[in-house]
C-alpha cells in the first residue's frame, strides 16, 4: 500500500487534466457565459443494435437521443463521453461514432478501464481523446486470415 500515493496523485492529474480542457473548450466558444454545463454521456458495456436484459449494453438509438438533447440545449456548450466498453457490434460501433463526428459541439472522450474495438473506433471521432495510463485502448477493426 505504499505506493498508494501513486494512484491517488495520477487520478488528480487525470481529473485536473479534464478540467484543464473542459475550460479551454468552454473559453473557445463564442458568447459563452459561466452559466453553461457541459452534457456527459456515458457508453458503458457492449455495443449492440438492441438492449438487453442479461448484460449491460448501449445502443445507437440510446446515444442519439442523449447527443440531440445535448445539441438542441443552448445552456450545453460540449460533451463529455465516458467510455467503458469492449466494443461490440460493427453497424452499431460505426453509427455511434458517426453521430459523435457530425456533432456541431465540442466532443471530449475520457476512456476507462477498456475501449477497445467498436469504442475505441467512437473515442477517436471526438475532438480531445484522454485515457489514463492503465486504460486498454485500441483495436478498430482488426481482421485476420490464416491458410
Not at 445539441?71 to 461490440?88: A, M, T, Y
Not at 489514463?132 to 491458410?147: A, M
Amino acid at each position: 500500500m505504499k505506493d498508494g500515493w501513486k494512484f491517488f496523485l495520477g487520478l488528480g492529474i487525470g481529473v485536473g487534466v479534464i478540467l484543464v480542457i473542459m475550460v479551454f473548450l468552454l473559453l473557445s466558444v463564442p458568447g459563452i457565459s459561466l452559466g453553461s454545463k457541459i452534457a456527459v454521456i456515458n457508453i458503458r458495456g457492449t455495443i449492440t443494435s438492441t438492449p438487453s436484459l442479461l448484460m449491460e449494453t448501449v445502443t445507437p438509438n440510446d446515444v442519439f437521443s442523449m447527443i440531440k438533447k445535448a445539441e438542441d440545449d443552448p445552456g450545453i456548450r460540449g460533451v463529455l463521453f465516458e467510455i467503458n466498453s469492449p466494443g461490440g457490434s460493427v453497424v452499431a460501433s460505426r453509427e455511434i461514432a458517426h453521430a459523435v463526428k457530425n456533432m456541431r459541439k465540442p466532443a471530449v472522450c475520457w476512456m476507462g478501464d477498456v475501449a477497445a474495438s467498436g469504442a475505441y473506433w467512437i473515442a477517436s471521432s471526438c475532438d480531445y481523446v484522454m485515457a489514463d495510463p492503465l486504460s486498454l485502448t485500441g483495436s478498430i477493426g482488426v481482421t485476420s486470415s490464416y491458410l
